[in-house]
C-alpha cells in the first residue's frame, strides 16, 4: 500500500528528514517513535503534500507517486491525515464535521456506508451528532477528526499524536477504537507520545532520531528493547552493546537526549568561601585585642559572693512605715479608751510594756539597715500613740473621780 523511500525535508538550509523509509500495508498499525524535533511531523506532512519545506525522495500509494501532488489529490489516492490538535470545526455540529469529510470523489459514492462505518465504531458520536463540536470533551472531538478522516474513505490513515491532552481513560478508549478502525482493513500511522500504549497495539514500529529512522522492529520487539525502555518507558538504562548494535557516545541517550551523569567531585575551595575570603580582603584591618587569660583571673568563692543590693523584707505590721496618719490614729484610739471607761466592769489597763533598747545610732549601716530603721521608727510612733492614749484615758479618770 504505503511504501516511503528516502523521503528528505528541509525548511530553508535546515534539514528536517533525512532519507526516510517507511512501509504500511493493509490493516496493519505502524508506530513512529522519536524525541521532540525528530522530524515525526514532518513525515506525515510530506506525505500527505502539506509541508511547507522542500521535499525530495519517493512516497508510493499503491505504485503512485504521492511526491510533488496537491494535497487534495493525495486524498484521492487513499491517504487522510488526522493532524495534531484535531483541526474539526468547533461552530458545526458533530454530524456536520462528519459530512465535510465525504467531499473527495473517492468518499460520495460511499457516503452513506461510511457514515454508519464511524456510527458503529463510535457511538458515542451517533448519541450526539446534533450537538456543536466545541461543546464536546477533548476525546469526543478526537472521535470526531478521525471519523471524518475516515469518512474519505482512505486506504491509510495517518495520525499526529491523537491523545495529546488527553486523559488516561480517554487514551484508553481512543487506542482501543484504533484497534477497531485496523480490524476494517483500514492501514494506519501513527505518531505517538505515548509509546508504552501505541507499541501495546503495534505491528511494527520504526525509530527517528535526529531525522533519521535508524531502526525498525515488531512492537513487541520494540517494547523489550533496552534502548528504547530507556528513552520512551522510563525502563533501566541499556546495557554495552545490547539493542540494534548501534553503539551510543557517553552520556547521550538511544533518543538523542543526554542521559543523566552523575555530579563530578568539586575540588578547591567553595563558591562560598573564597567569597568570603574576598570580602575579608575588602574589609579594614582592626587592631587585635589580645584576649585575657583564663586562668589567671581568680573566680570569686562561693562564700563571700559580689553584694548586690537586697529587696526589703515585708515588714511585720500591716501598716507602712511612710505616709501614716497620725491624727487619725489617734482619735480612734481615743474612741476606744472612752468606750473602755464607759463599762465600770472592765480593769484597769496595765501599763505599757517598756521598749526595747533601740540599737545604737553609730553602727555601720548594713544590707538590712534600711528595713531595721522603718521599723523603729514605726514602733517609736507606736509608743508615743499608746502613752498619749493612756494620759488622755487617765484625765478621763480623774475628771469622773471628781
Do not use: W
Amino acid at each position: 500500500m504505503l511504501e516511503v523511500k528516502g523521503l528528505s525535508a528541509t525548511y530553508g538550509q535546515q534539514p528536517a528528514l533525512n532519507n526516510a523509509s517507511v512501509k504500511v500495508g493493509k490493516g496493519e498499525i505502524v508506530v513512529i517513535l522519536g524525541a521532540n524535533g525528530a522530524g515525526k511531523s514532518t513525515l506525515l506532512k510530506a506525505i500527505s503534500g502539506i509541508c511547507e519545506g522542500k521535499v525530495t525522495g519517493s512516497a508510493r500509494m499503491n505504485g503512485h507517486e504521492l511526491v510533488g501532488m496537491k494535497a487534495d489529490r493525495i486524498v484521492e489516492e487513499g491517504v487522510a491525515l488526522v493532524p495534531e490538535g484535531r483541526g474539526i470545526f468547533g461552530d458545526l455540529t458533530v454530524e456536520e464535521n462528519l459530512t465535510l469529510g465525504a467531499y473527495s470523489e473517492r468518499a460520495r459514492d460511499a457516503e452513506r456506508t461510511n457514515l454508519d462505518r464511524v456510527y458503529t465504531l463510535f457511538p458515542k458520536l451517533m448519541e450526539r451528532r446534533k450537538q456543536v463540536a466545541r461543546t464536546m470533551s477533548g476525546g469526543e472531538q478526537q472521535m470526531v477528526a478521525i471519523g471524518r478522516a475516515m469518512m474519505s474513505n482512505p486506504s491509510v490513515l495517518t495520525l499526529d499524536e491523537p491523545s495529546l491532552g488527553l486523559s488516561p481513560l480517554l487514551s484508553k478508549e481512543l487506542f482501543q477504537s484504533l484497534k477497531a478502525v485496523r480490524d476494517t482493513g483500514i492501514g494506519i500511522l501513527l505518531v505517538e507520545q505515548n509509546a508504552k500504549a501505541s507499541l501495546a497495539i503495534a505491528d511494527r514500529g520504526y525509530l527517528l532520531e535526529n531525522t533519521e529512522i535508524i531502526h525498525e522492529d515488531t512492537g513487541a520487539n520494540l517494547a523489550k528493547d533496552p534502548a528504547v525502555q530507556q528513552a520512551y518507558l522510563g525502563g533501566a538504562a541499556a546495557k554495552s552493546g545490547s539493542g540494534r548494535g548501534k553503539t551510543k557516545p557517553t552520556g547521550q541517550a538511544s533518543s538523542g537526549v543526554p542521559a543523566a551523569t552523575t555530579p563530578r567531585a568539586v575540588k578547591g575551595p567553595s563558591p562560598s568561601d573564597i567569597a568570603a575570603q574576598a570580602m575579608q580582603g575588602l574589609m579594614p584591618e582592626r587592631p587585635r585585642t589580645p584576649a585575657p587569660p583564663q586562668v589567671s583571673e581568680p573566680r570569686p568563692t562561693p562564700a563571700a559572693p559580689s553584694p548586690q543590693p537586697a529587696p526589703p523584707p515585708a515588714p511585720q505590721m500591716s501598716a507602712r512605715p511612710s505616709g501614716i496618719d497620725t491624727a487619725s490614729i489617734v482619735a480612734k484610739a481615743s474612741a476606744q479608751s472612752s468606750r473602755r471607761n464607759a463599762s465600770p466592769s472592765l480593769p484597769p489597763r496595765p501599763a505599757p510594756m517598756p521598749a526595747p533598747p533601740k540599737p545604737s545610732r553609730n553602727i555601720a549601716p548594713t544590707a538590712t539597715s534600711g528595713a531595721s530603721s522603718h521599723s523603729d521608727r514605726l514602733r517609736d510612733m507606736l509608743e508615743e500613740i499608746e502613752t498619749a492614749a493612756a494620759r488622755a484615758r487617765d484625765r478621763s479618770r480623774t475628771r469622773s473621780g471628781r
